[in-house]
Nanobody, 117 residues
């Protein structure tokens, strides 16, 4: 069955960095785009970044452009989110997402990122 397992979250000071990983299994990872979302307390889940199946195309929310980088390793069935210059407003649960079709999505369990001094 499909599994998306995130890791790499934690507590970091403002200005710090974290790298999230999402290990995927149960589908042909290299054939699909992947995405990262986040949800802060009391807010709706929002798209943070997306990457094409080959990694040749990426897109970002305006709020993270220039600070976050999405990448993937198709040999390892893993997608990453490198987060630099973190701000308190980046505090959220971060979710890996596989958009199998326009109406069918799979989610990981999420990993907490807390940016605080």
């Amino acid at each position: 069955q499909v599994q998306l397992v995130e890791s790499g979250g934690g507590l970091v000071q403002p200005g710090g960095s974290l790298r999230l990983s999402c290990a995927a299994s149960g589908f042909t990872f290299s054939s699909y785009a992947m995405r990262w979302y986040r949800q802060a307390p009391g807010k709706e889940r929002e798209l943070v970044a997306g990457i094409s199946s080959t990694g040749g195309s990426t897109n970002y929310a305006d709020s993270v452009k220039g600070r976050f980088t999405i990448s993937r390793d198709n040999a390892k069935n893993t997608v990453y989110l490198q987060m630099n210059s973190l701000k308190p407003e980046d505090t959220a649960v971060y979710y890996c997402n596989w958009p199998k079709t326009i109406v069918l999505y799979y989610w990981g369990q999420g990993t907490q990122v807390t940016v605080s001094s």
